[in-house]
């Protein structure tokens, strides 16, 4: 990964009384400019407790948003919003049919959570639609909006395949996850993650965690829950149409619709030339049939 | 998942040394997809963010393609009728300077931090349409302003050959300017993950840009008209914006085609002010209405300046509506996880970004 020679400036923690390499205490990572961090999100570990979303909002001074209660289950976040950057999710699974609690297997009683997150895509289309270049790959691979620069156009927003980046109506900027941008900097791991008291989400160096979730998934297999697959990981479903890689990547045992994840996203800056090429033929023709029919007496 | 299970249980009992046989991949199977009809989504919560784009946007959109189209028919005009079409090209001009007056405050109040709209200029960056429309209005503004300028003096007889080789001069850039103006709209729409906006990509540009010659086109016949069109210039203008209708025409059918196809066009058939912008507003009065009064004006043989301004006035609105239209559509298919999710188990190349192959993959998977 090439690091701005910038970048490498600042690399002492800018926290007063901070552990120097902190991280390597909690996640047993160092954290160096010019290496890929990101999250494994372990869905069959988490219990639901909120913890990361709770975690998240404190260290960055996120707002709550509405009180009221959804219906959908324990999930009255909703969703990832410009304010909340962490989301759990609660899928209560009965078993097929109306099979009833004590024919499930004996896995997690059959309820599905999952702490959603952005992504921190390797092509990310929200920096790919940037016009101001608020939003940049930091010296971590990780994905973060400059709010001195952000002018609030919006256009992040419909780019993301994930619903994760939203422009926020109050001060009029886009905001989503910095994978705590300003943590990595002072040698910690992000707060979500020290937060989580299962592990379902660890922080680490991009290889190292790609290497822990497949023998994690291999280990599930082997105790049969064979549905065990990794979303994101490179060369695995999420990571699809050039997006290369997701730095946050997760771990399921149902279909990706279940967790409101797509399939196959892609990357809309793909259809940036087929566009455009197929507009200026269309004018240009078009202009060309004009210079025959004025050219007419 | 799963069923269960007393088997499940008893092997799990005697489980092979980890690691052991493994047939799985080391990053495991995905589940497979549900049957047709079958759609899964998280308590129907959207998977995707519509953007957050107010009126204003769907206004610039119409603005630069009628300024941008015009600005090119202008130039196109001039160079081939010479003297004869002076009048198409001052008002083509003035059109271009107009609608990026029009349009950049337009862009600016859209913003939700509008006082930072000179960041837009702050880098390039040619994966985001939105990075090449800001270089392309500033590109067609500035060469518009100058184009007309020297259109102005020369009108005002002061230096009138200097002013007029500097309103030539501009105009050759400014309509390169106009005609990207006149199409980029599109690549802006679909270079997101709006599954509406991205399912037809081609064809959608192949609709903005013949609908904005249309209603350039339009324009300045209307223009042309409002001075007793002297010069046989509205008749030309009208059989271009005719032509350009057609165009328009066919690439919406094939465009509505593909959406069924894809089942993304949900937003066009049950919400009605969207499929009123679309099926009344871009094709009944902008596509319908000014074909029948092009028809009738060509076969009742002498020159016809009612039907020659109702068709113009139409095709204007058509042009708006298709794009307000198309931006609500899209902002709606964003918001509908059941299409949305569906959409996304599509292949990439199937998803407006190749052509014959995507029919051969529908036809494979439909």
């Known amino acids: 990964m090439n690091v701005h020679s910038r970048a490498l400036e600042e690399t002492r923690s800018i926290f007063d009384r901070a552990l120097r390499d902190e991280s390597e205490l909690t996640a047993g990572a160092t954290i160096a400019p010019g290496r890929q961090y990101g999250f494994f999100t372990d869905t069959t570990l988490c219990i639901g407790c909120k913890a990361c979303e709770v975690a998240c909002k404190e260290w960055n001074l996120l707002p709550s948003e509405s009180a009221g209660l959804t219906g959908m289950s324990y999930d009255n976040t909703r969703d990832l919003s410009a304010y909340t950057w962490r989301h759990v999710e609660f899928i209560e699974k009965i078993a097929d049919g109306n099979g009833r609690a004590t024919d499930m297997a004996p896995f997690q009683s059959n309820w599905l959570m999952m702490s959603d997150v952005c992504k921190h895509c390797g092509n990310a289309p929200c920096l790919e639609a940037c016009p101001t270049g608020s939003i940049f790959r930091t010296e971590f691979d990780t994905v973060v909006v400059q709010q001195d620069i952000c002018n609030g156009c919006g256009y992040c927003v419909p780019a993301c395949p994930f619903a994760v980046i939203d422009v926020d109506p109050y001060d009029g900027k886009a905001h989503k996850c910095t994978l705590c941008y300003d943590r990595l900097k002072g040698g ?41 697959y990794l979303y994101g990981a490179p060369g695995t479903a999420g990571a699809t149409g050039d997006l290369d890689r997701l730095n946050a990547f997760f771990l399921l045992i149902d279909r990706p619709e279940v967790y409101n994840l797509p399939e196959a996203p892609d990357r809309p800056s793909n259809r940036v030339r087929p566009s455009l090429v197929s507009g200026l033929a269309t004018v240009s023709s078009l202009a060309f049939a004009a210079a025959l029919i004025f050219a007419r007496r | 998942m799963t069923e269960v ?24 199977h995905l589940p497979p997809a549900p049957p047709p009809g079958v759609d899964i989504t998280y308590y129907g919560t959207p998977s995707l963010k519509a953007s957050p784009w107010k009126w204003h946007v769907g206004a610039y959109l119409f603005v630069a393609g009628v300024s941008g189209a015009a600005q090119v028919l202008s130039l196109v005009a001039g160079m081939v009728r010479g003297r004869k079409a002076r009048s198409v090209v001052r008002n083509g001009r003035y059109m271009g300077l107009a609608g990026s007056l029009i349009g950049a405050p337009l862009l600016i109040a ?28 500033t590109a067609f503004g500035a060469f518009s302003g100058v184009s007309a300028l020297g259109q102005f003096v020369s009108d005002m007889g002061w230096r009138k050959r200097a002013a007029r080789r500097v309103a030539w001069a501009a105009h050759v850039p400014a309509a390169a300017a106009g005609a990207g103006m006149s199409v980029y709209t599109a690549s802006l729409l679909s270079a997101t993950s709006s599954p509406l906006w991205a399912a037809a990509t081609r064809l959608l540009a192949i609709r903005f840009g013949s609908s904005a010659i249309a209603s350039g086109a339009a324009a300045l016949s209307l223009a042309e008209r409002a001075r007793g069109d002297r010069d046989g210039n509205a008749r030309r203008l009208d059989a271009v914006a005719f032509l350009a209708t057609i165009s328009s025409l066919v690439a919406t059918m094939a465009a509505n085609r593909r959406y069924r196809a894809y089942g993304v066009d949900s937003p066009l058939r049950d919400e009605p002010a969207i499929a009123a912008k679309n099926k009344l507003g871009a094709s009944a009065v902008g596509q319908a209405l000014p074909l029948a ?22 095709v204007i609105a058509g042009s ?47």
Not at chain 1, 204 to 221: F, K, P, T
Not at chain 2, 11 to 23: C, D, E, K, Q, Y
Not at chain 2, 110 to 137: C, E, Q
Request: aromatic share 6%; glycine share 6%; hydrophobic share 35%.
């Open chain 1, 188 to 228: 910690l791991e992000p707060a979500c993650s020290k937060a989580c008291p299962t592990d379902s989400i660890q922080f680490g160096e991009y290889s190292d965690l790609v290497e822990r979730a497949r023998q994690r998934v291999a280990d599930l297999h082997d105790r049969g829950v064979e549905t065990a």
């Open chain 2, 5 to 28: 299970t007393a088997d499940r249980q008893t092997t799990s009992l005697t489980l092979p040394p980890r690691g052991a046989g493994r047939l799985q991949p080391a990053t495991g």
């Open chain 2, 110 to 137: 859209d913003l939700h931090t509008p006082d930072r709209w000179y960041n837009m200029l702050r880098i390039f960056r040619s994966t985001s349409p939105m990075s090449i429309g800001s270089y392309l209005l």
């Open chain 2, 293 to 314: 009064c092009y028809g009738a004006a060509a076969v009742s043989k002498r020159d016809r300046p009612d039907l020659s301004a109702v068709a113009s006035l139409a």
């Open chain 2, 320 to 366: 708006y509506f298709l794009r307000s239209g198309i931006i609500h559509a899209g902002m709606a298919s964003s918001e509908r996880p059941a299409d949305a999710l569906r959409f996304a188990r599509r292949p990439s190349v199937a998803r407006g970004n190749g052509s014959a192959r995507i029919e051969h993959w529908i036809a494979r998977h439909d």
